[in-house]
């Protein structure tokens, strides 16, 4: 997932095909903390301190 507005916020929420195990979030703050959560076929990301970190390059892998 790429960000389409840099410095936009980066809170959000998407549709995942089915069969997804996997996602690559770039585009974040570098080392920044974040919550990231699956609901059904839902993903949704909140910059709220989670548990997931992002790298010094500002990418979070997620698998499920």
Do not use: H, I, K, M
Not at 37 to 60: H, I, K
């Amino acid at each position: 997932l790429f960000p389409n507005t840099l410095g936009a916020s980066r809170n959000f929420s998407l549709s995942l095909p089915a069969g997804v195990s996997r996602v690559l979030v770039t585009g974040l703050a570098a080392n920044g903390s974040y919550s990231l959560q699956r609901n059904g076929g839902t993903l949704t990301l909140s910059e709220s301190g989670g548990s997931q970190r992002a790298d010094s390059g500002g990418v979070l892998a997620a698998s499920f």
